[in-house]
């Protein structure tokens, strides 16, 4: 479509409509009746573009969106490769495979959406301006309900927040939207408290989901064995049900919602502890992915060799891995929200090892032993001694970045490297991931209002 030797501009939503969209609706509109009441789709669809007609079934702003992203995710990797983008290295654009990835759409600088949305009033009361803290308009979805208030969001709006643009999103049976807002906002300080709390190590572990310095073991939320058995349970049904039913595609809709619902109660968990860490202390310290830790679990020893020591160290592997990175994306984030600073200490450092009052570092400490005991007489839960040391590992960092003005945590690109960028807003027109690091957004306002799709009124 690009004519070989022109260079590529990014255009706008008004005129990729106008040049591209706005002929060809019709036409597919046409096409995509004609072949929905039967007729053959090749004697109908004669033209040789590749797009396909019902692609204009959907929201014009999709396609908008679609290709915004698709912009972003070209420069990207050719900024990457030219090494003008730091971090790990950003591969080439890949097609979304419908099966294979999250149903969402993102629709971008809307004229119509948010609690507070009026356009298009008529005589009918559902298009007058929404009053209460229970619904959203968005463009071209109409007023919906939504599962959680919508405070948090009009109050960021009356500030003066600007809404960028919504994402719809579904997972398991449930609808999410998202909305994206920036505001101006001063650099955010620790509070008294936080400062009086000063520093907290963070030992994030299998047994415990996070042991901290201050002596508080954080227990993991198993979403427990009714929630497995349950699972278990529709697995064996779907395996007995004739492949591709009516009652197979039933079963496997409630299997999504089970499995969606011990999702949401781990997030929850992380989610909590995490503010609680960023909101709670000045300094967060946590170590860096824990790779000694993972692979030695079930080796064993000579005399007694383990079992299944591959497969143990994967799902080991898997559960920190997840577990871990989310953690740290979490406090990366959030300590820049809560004017707290997040210390990542090297993984190298023998946290576990190290006795915390004197120092000695031991040669061996098995998995099993569940409290550190050192000849010095120190004795201290094997998580919460590593939590210690950890603290005190960030503690030389403090002394030399130590009172540098709070909440100037360092901004990372979508790739995990630091950004020198202005500490305050930055605004691109492009909604994508890799601009959201350098732009200053406030705390979660209105992010992931549930909808309840039953209840979803239009309007
Ligand atoms: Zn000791």
Wanted: charged share 25%.
């Amino acid at each position: 479509m690009e004519c070989p030797g022109e260079p590529v501009r990014p255009i706008g939503y008004q005129a990729y409509a106008t040049q591209y969209l706005t002929g060809m609706i019709a036409e597919h509109r046409d096409a995509a009746a004609r072949i929905t009441c039967g007729e053959d789709p090749a004697a109908v669809w004669t033209s040789d573009r590749s797009e396909v007609p019902w692609m204009h079934e959907i929201s014009r702003r999709v396609h908008v969106s679609g290709l915004q992203h698709a912009d972003a995710a070209v420069k990207n990797w050719f900024a990457s490769l030219t090494g003008a983008r730091k971090g790990r290295k950003v591969g080439a654009p890949r097609f979304r495979k419908k099966a294979s990835s999250r149903d969402s759409f993102t629709i971008p600088s809307p004229e119509a959406m948010g609690p507070r949305a009026s356009y298009h009033r008529t005589l009918d009361e559902r298009n007058g301006p929404i009053s209460d803290y229970r619904h959203l308009r968005l463009a071209g979805l109409g007023t919906l309900r939504t599962h959680d208030t919508t405070k948090r969001l009009v109050r960021a709006l009356d500030r003066g927040a600007a809404l960028r643009s919504f994402t719809v999103s579904r997972s398991g049976t449930r609808w999410y939207v998202s909305l994206l807002t920036a505001e101006h906002a001063p650099e955010p300080q620790p509070t008294r408290a936080q400062r009086a709390a000063g520093v907290v190590g963070v030992d994030v572990g299998v047994k415990v989901q996070a042991a901290l310095s201050t002596g508080e073991l954080v227990d993991n939320v198993r979403p427990g064995a009714r929630a497995t058995k349950r699972i278990t349970r529709i697995q064996r049904a779907i395996a007995r049900c004739e492949r591709g039913s009516r009652r197979q595609q039933a079963l496997y809709r409630r299997l999504a919602a089970a499995q969606h619902l011990v999702a949401l109660q781990r997030s929850t968990a992380q989610h909590a502890l995490t503010k609680r860490l960023a909101t709670g202390f000045e300094h967060v310290a946590i170590e860096d992915l824990n790779v000694a830790g993972m692979s030695s679990s079930a080796r064993g020893t000579l005399e007694q060799p383990g079992r299944n020591v591959r497969q143990k160290a994967g799902l080991n592997r898997a559960i920190l891995d997840v577990g871990f990175a989310e953690i740290r994306r979490q406090l990366d984030y959030k300590t820049s929200w809560y004017g707290s600073r997040l210390h990542v200490i090297d993984r190298y450092l023998p946290s576990s090892k190290t006795c915390h009052a004197c120092g000695t570092v031991k040669i061996k400490l098995s998995l099993r032993e569940r409290v550190f005991e050192c000849e010095c007489g120190w004795r201290e839960d094997r998580d919460v001694n590593a939590a210690k040391n950890i603290a005190a590992f960030a503690v030389p960092d403090l002394a030399v970045t130590g009172h540098l003005a709070a909440g100037r945590a360092e901004r990372r690109n979508g790739r995990g490297d630091r950004v020198a960028g202005p500490p305050l807003e930055v605004v691109s027109d492009t909604v994508d991931d890799a601009s959201r690091p350098l732009r200053r957004e406030g705390p979660p306002v209105g992010s992931n209002l549930g909808l309840f799709p039953h209840s979803a009124r239009t309007g």
